[in-house]
Each structure stands twice: as structure tokens, then as C-alpha cells.
């Protein structure tokens, strides 16, 4: 179970989860709350969880798990629907399954859904002339769940979706041509999307031109992200010492916007470390792919580097202003049981490729 594991990549994951533990206890240290409600000591209940499906997967191997990629996509498809249902609503946005103590985020699991299933439909026709069908059916199966996850609503996840399908689609061996006509089809219907966003949606978008617009509503966020961010200077104020944190200033600290805190607490060389941590990750994941001949584990193995690598750059940009805010969390490092079990996940499957190519 434990041969041919290629140890870059799990020092890397483990460096950054372990700077991730970090920021969560300091966006969570206050002496007078109990520490089950400590985000840091959820988030080690999770990874704990973590390990224990980490080393499920290197056991079982990836083929077996495509194998069955279909009946995971339909599970989570439904529990896109039955959190829309049921779901617990928070900040307006119902995306949660309550269970006991703990949230379960279906959509986090819809990337690794779309991910096995797209590398097990297209590995089967890699040898076939390329169709219309074959481009319209992963198309469709991306789209389903994107349409449940808007519901809900989650924007950032459901944009995160159709970038993955290009990106797989590249090493399934679709000509460039068609991939930039998808990408200029997508441009070509944002004045249409425009009319299904929420209001809140729409502001946000608004106020990433000009935050100061609403600077006490939609706004304050980013400004507040910023103004973290450009206080830490070069070196930082230090671990546990942010005042933007500490002050409560920062909406979303600990998820969406915890490279803010690391902004402010590490400075711009402590980022810069994590920015090079995330980038040999996803380049030794690239490696991988590079020599492995099977299929199915290079489709998955490109599903797994775009997904991270979009996740970072956009919840990155987000707090810096280059993105507007659309909800993405920073992989290993953003509170989210979820979030967490999907990246763990994904890693373990680059791993078990490594081990069966």
C-alpha cells in the first residue's frame, strides 16, 4: 500500500495543512470560548478523518474508485438536491448538510465527483474519433451540477466546474481550437448569466471595480482584506499579532479569507513561501502526469492539479483585488471539513496513479 509513494508531494501537503493549522488557531484564539468550538481543533478532527480515507484509497487503488465514478456522481448529485431541501442556510446561502457538530458541503465533493467521472467517461473513448457526442455528454455532466450548485447559491464553486472540463479536455487531446471556442462561447453569455445572479451576486461584482462604492456593505470585506494584506509589509506583524484579525475587522478569516491573515501576520515573504509551496505541489503532480501512460490516471491526475491551481489563484486574487469575491477557499488552509477531505482526496489519487502507472 505504502510502495512507490512519492513523498515530495505528501511533505509538501503536510507543510502546507501544517501552515494552515497554524492561521486557524490564530483566527480562532480567544481564551474564554471552549476549544470544541476552536477551528483549529475541528479542522484536526477532520484531517484525522482525512488520513483514514487517504489511506483507504492507496489500498483500494484509483482504477476501482473510477471503476465506480458514476455511482459517486449520482450520490453527490443527489445531495445537491437534498441540501437545497434540507440544508442548513447560513449568511443566506444554503449549502450545508448538518451532521451532529459538524457541516458536510456536497459541493466540495461535486469537483471530485466530476473529476473521476469525466476521467472514466473519457479514458474509454481516448482511441475513438472525437464527436460531438463525446464533447456534448462531458459538457452535460458538468453542468448538472454546476446548475444545483448555483442554486444554492455557490457561484465560485460552480465556475470552478467548467475550467476543470477544458482543462481535462486539453489532455484527453481535443484540438485547441475547440477549447477556446468554449471559452469565447462562455464570454459571449455572461450578459445572459448576469440576469440569473442573485442581487447580492451582482453587487459583488459591482463593488470589485470600486469597493468604495459600498464600503460599509458588499465592499468592506475587500477593503478590509487589503488593508490586512498591505499592513503586514514585507515581513508581517507576526504570528498571533495581526490587529485586523485579532480586532475582528476581517469578515471570513477563516475560510475564505485567511491568505489575508497570512498577509498580515507573515507579510509578503511569508506568502511568497506559501505561493512556492502550492507551485511545487501542482508542478510534482504535473511530473506525474508527464509519465504515466494510463488514461485514466492522467485525466484524473489534470483534473486534480487544475482544480487546486484555480482554487489558489483565484482565492488569492480575491483578497488582494484582483478577483471579485466569489466564495473559493484556499486548499489545506481554509477551515472547511469538506474542503479539507476534497483535497486530501484528490492528493491520495495523484498518489495511488504514481503507484500504479
Given at each position: 500500500m505504502f510502495k512507490k509513494l512519492d513523498y515530495q508531494i505528501i511533505m509538501l501537503t503536510l507543510a502546507i495543512f501544517i501552515?494552515?493549522?497554524m492561521f486557524q488557531y490564530s483566527v480562532s484564539y480567544q481564551k474564554d470560548v471552549a476549544v470544541w468550538y476552536n477551528s483549529a481543533f475541528k479542522q484536526l478532527v477532520w484531517v484525522l478523518i482525512g488520513f483514514f480515507i487517504f489511506a483507504s484509497i492507496l489500498k483500494i487503488g484509483y482504477r476501482r474508485i473510477i471503476s465506480v465514478s458514476y455511482?459517486?456522481?449520482i450520490v453527490v448529485v443527489i445531495l445537491l438536491i437534498v441540501v437545497l431541501v434540507f440544508g442548513r442556510e447560513r449568511l443566506g446561502a444554503q449549502r450545508w448538510i448538518q451532521i451532529g457538530a459538524f457541516n458536510l458541503q456536497p459541493s466540495e465533493?461535486?469537483?471530485?465527483?466530476?473529476i473521476l467521472t469525466l476521467?472514466?467517461?473519457?479514458?474509454?473513448?481516448?482511441?475513438?474519433?472525437?464527436?460531438?457526442?463525446s464533447f456534448l455528454v462531458p459538457c452535460f455532466l458538468t453542468a448538472l451540477p454546476a446548475i444545483f450548485i448555483l442554486k444554492?447559491?455557490?457561484?465560485?464553486?460552480?465556475?470552478?466546474?467548467?475550467?476543470?472540463?477544458?482543462?481535462?479536455?486539453?489532455?484527453f487531446g481535443i484540438k485547441i481550437k475547440y477549447i477556446i471556442s468554449f471559452i469565447l462561447a462562455g464570454v459571449l453569455s455572461l450578459p445572459v448569466m448576469w440576469n440569473f445572479l442573485r442581487p447580492y451576486q451582482q453587487q459583488r461584482l459591482l463593488v470589485f471595480i470600486n469597493p468604495n462604492m459600498d464600503p460599509l456593505g458588499a465592499g468592506y470585506t475587500i477593503i478590509q482584506s487589503k488593508i490586512a494584506v498591505g499592513s503586514g509589509r514585507l515581513f508581517g506583524k507576526g504570528w498571533l499579532s495581526g490587529t485586523q484579525n485579532y480586532l475582528n475587522f476581517l469578515p471570513e478569516r477563516h475560510t475564505d479569507f485567511i491568505f489575508s491573515v497570512v498577509g498580515e501576520e507573515w507579510g509578503f515573504f511569508g506568502s511568497v513561501v506559501i505561493l512556492i509551496l502550492y507551485y511545487?505541489?501542482?508542478?510534482?503532480?504535473?511530473?506525474?502526469l508527464d509519465i504515466t501512460e494510463n488514461v485514466y490516471g492522467r485525466l484524473l491526475i489534470a483534473g486534480v492539479a487544475t482544480i487546486i491551481s484555480l482554487q489558489v489563484i483565484i482565492?488569492?486574487?480575491?483578497?488582494?483585488?484582483?478577483?471579485?469575491?466569489?466564495?473559493?477557499?484556499l486548499p489545506l488552509?481554509?477551515?472547511g471539513g469538506s474542503s479539507l477531505l476534497t483535497t486530501f482526496i484528490g492528493v491520495a489519487l495523484v498518489l495511488s496513479v504514481n503507484q500504479l502507472r
Open positions: 501552515i494552515g493549522l455511482y459517486f456522481y465533493f461535486s469537483k471530485l465527483a466530476l476521467s472514466y467517461y473519457l479514458g474509454r473513448r481516448k482511441d475513438s474519433v472525437l464527436r460531438l457526442k444554492q447559491p455557490d457561484l465560485g464553486t460552480a465556475l470552478l466546474l467548467f475550467p476543470t472540463l477544458l482543462g481535462m479536455l486539453y489532455i511545487l505541489l501542482v508542478r510534482r503532480m504535473l511530473h506525474i482565492n488569492i486574487g480575491m483578497t488582494i483585488g484582483l478577483f471579485p469575491v466569489v466564495g473559493i477557499t488552509i481554509s477551515y
